[in-house]
């Protein structure tokens, strides 16, 4: 039997399920959103190997956030 450590591959995944009128109001959401967002993307424009976001296969965020910052 070998006792070496076996060398074990980690993923790790990114991600939000964003719920828009859940726990606060609309005008609170949607200032967390677009937080959330700006961050993301600078985070994507400093390090190029963070390549990745999985927004729970949801749309309408986006659509909020382009609504809201149409820059």
Request: aromatic share 16%.
């Amino acid at each position: 039997m070998d006792n070496k450590p076996q060398k074990i591959n980690c993923h790790f995944i990114s991600n939000t399920h964003w719920d828009r009128e859940w726990r606060f109001s609309a005008r609170r959401t949607q200032y967390m959103l677009g937080y959330m967002l700006d961050m993301l993307t600078d985070i994507l424009d400093k390090y190029p190997e963070y390549r990745h976001f999985h927004l729970d296969s949801q749309t309408m965020p986006i659509q909020d956030y382009l609504e809201a910052y149409p820059e």
